[in-house]
């Protein structure tokens, strides 16, 4: 399948301070990601709709000021969690969907665990 | 609304089958998958149903019915590593573009 990679996988943060997650399609190119956030023993949750060249589609109740999304090549889209608080510890994971493709799945990256003091 | 409904925790004893089920309101209906995903792990693809029936893909199998809203998702022959959480998606048009919603997830604990 199609390789889908997150960076960092962990980072810990300080309240206040913005993190940077990085999601990468290695072998394709994706013009659509997508963000998903995940509590714990809870299932993904659509944050957002990242398009390459033009802005994020943000799903009801994600705050696009707090999340800012950037897709700036095919191979690249970032989520910036700016003046991170704990109640934005989670786990974070992109995914994007190659074409053409017969079933249309997403192919996920490795998340990245997000930990605000 | 959407809205996709399976059970939170299953049991089930190494070398047995477990089915999974999945019922799903929905509109737009465009497919509905079943990913597998391991504690502090990405989930990862295991089937796909747009059509009534049965697919099957090793151990691992997967029906729908799109008249009732359902599915499941059929495991044989336990191992123990397929203790994990199963989650139920269903893509949906929304316009001019489809989204992917998850269910909560069924945590399967498979014992010896």
């Known amino acids: 399948g199609a390789v889908v990679s997150q960076h960092p996988s962990r980072v810990i943060c300080k309240s206040g301070t913005s993190v940077k997650i990085e999601c990468r399609s290695l072998?394709?190119?994706?013009?659509?990601m997508f963000w998903y956030r995940q509590f714990p023993k809870q299932s993904l949750m659509l944050m957002a709709t990242?398009?390459?060249?033009?802005?994020?589609?943000?799903e009801q109740g994600v705050e696009k000021d707090k999340f800012l999304i950037n897709h700036a090549s095919l191979t690249l889209s970032t989520l910036t969690v700016t003046s991170a608080h704990p109640e934005d510890s989670s786990f974070y994971i992109c995914?994007?969907?190659?074409?053409?493709?017969?079933?249309?799945?997403?192919?996920f990256g490795e998340g990245s665990r997000l930990t605000v003091l | 609304g959407q809205n996709i409904d399976q059970p939170t925790e299953m049991t089930a004893t190494e070398g047995a089958i477990v089915q999974i089920n999945c019922t799903y309101q929905?509109?737009?209906?465009?497919?509905l998958f079943w990913y597998q995903q391991h504690a502090g792990e990405a989930p990862t693809f295991l089937s796909y149903?747009?059509?009534?029936g049965l697919e099957e893909k090793g151990r691992f199998s997967s029906f729908l019915s799109r008249s009732k809203g359902y599915s499941y998702l059929l495991l044989k022959e336990l191992q123990m590593k397929d203790s994990a959480s199963y989650l139920c998606?269903?893509?949906?048009?929304?316009?001019?573009?489809?989204?992917?919603?998850f269910g909560s997830g069924t945590r399967l604990l498979v014992r010896p």
């Open positions: 998606a269903v893509r949906y048009a929304l316009g001019s573009s489809y989204k992917l919603i």
């Open positions: 149903n747009v059509l009534d």
């Open positions: 995914s994007a969907r190659t074409l053409p493709s017969n079933t249309g799945e997403l192919f």
């Open positions: 072998d394709f190119q994706a013009t659509t």
């Open positions: 929905t509109s737009g209906f465009n497919g």
């Open positions: 990242s398009n390459e060249g033009s802005k994020a589609t943000y």
